[in-house]
């Protein structure tokens, strides 16, 4: 299935919590663990761009609006 969607996560914003990794139905995000931000936290990012359909349960579900989610034109 062809990508829908792009995710874009502030790696400054974001502070590890892992929600969005969780509530992800394709399991395109995953939390950074070999590296960290300015405030010593691991951060979340897309692994698989080619599995993301822009649902964005990800950007709703995050606590500190770190997540930006676009949609791709058909």
Not at 20 to 28: D, K, R
Not at 49 to 71: G, L, M, R
């Amino acid at each position: 299935m062809p990508s829908k969607g792009y995710v874009e996560i502030s790696v400054e914003s974001c502070k590890g919590c892992n929600f969005c990794v969780i509530h992800c139905p394709t399991e395109c995000l995953a939390l950074n663990t070999s590296d960290t931000n300015s405030y010593g936290l691991y951060y979340a990012y897309l692994t698989d761009e080619e599995k993301c359909i822009a649902c964005q349960n990800c950007a709703v579900i995050c606590p500190d609006a770190a997540i930006t989610v676009y949609k791709k034109a058909a």
